[in-house]
């Protein structure tokens, strides 16, 4: 079983009242017992305020979402990054990128049960050529190359060189 959850925006205090966060985790807790999922994703926008946030800010943050986000060590817990968490574009730069996966993971391909999974930070697909914005179609390209190299692989073709393969599905 597969949880999709999006926009969270875990908002700094006072807003939202203790009883609306509360109702957010009761309900993420709640869908935790009663699915049974393997899998969660989190669709960005994990905070409000992430762009703005000051290290200690970002540090309350990232506490307040664990504990509401709290969830069972065989549920694996995949995060990416939204436009609240990073900033806009024009807002985004290398230290918030780094500091919100260096928290919830930089992994870009994910496979589950045949099923493989890319994860993508969409804000850097702005096609400027942004130094973030290149480094992002860097691993979508290399991601590219080790989707298809599997399928080759599968079929017999040796060029991609050894590797473990990944599922031949498309992507997600």
């Known amino acids: 079983m597969l949880v999709l959850n999006s926009w969270p925006q875990v908002i700094l205090p006072p807003w939202p009242p203790k009883a609306l966060k509360l109702q957010m985790e009761r309900a993420f807790q709640t869908a935790l017992w009663l699915l049974q999922p393997e899998v969660v994703f989190i669709l960005g926008d994990i905070f409000d305020e992430g762009k703005w946030s000051t290290p200690e800010a970002w540090a309350d943050d990232v506490e ?6 709290r969830h069972p060590s065989h549920v694996q817990l995949k995060v990416v990054a939204g436009n609240h968490d990073i900033g806009f574009h024009y807002e985004m730069n290398t ?4 500091r919100f996966e260096k928290v919830f993971s930089s992994e870009r391909l994910f496979s589950w049960k045949g099923i493989n999974f890319v994860m993508v930070n969409s804000v850097a697909l702005n096609g400027d050529g942004c130094g973030i914005c290149s480094e992002t179609e860097a691993e979508l390209i290399e991601v590219s190359h080790r989707l298809n190299c599997s399928r080759e692989q599968a079929r017999g073709s040796s060029r991609c060189g050894p590797g473990p393969l990944l599922p031949t599905s498309a992507p997600v």
């Open 64 to 69: 307040r979402f664990q504990k509401m986000f």
């Open 95 to 98: 230290y918030k990128v780094e």
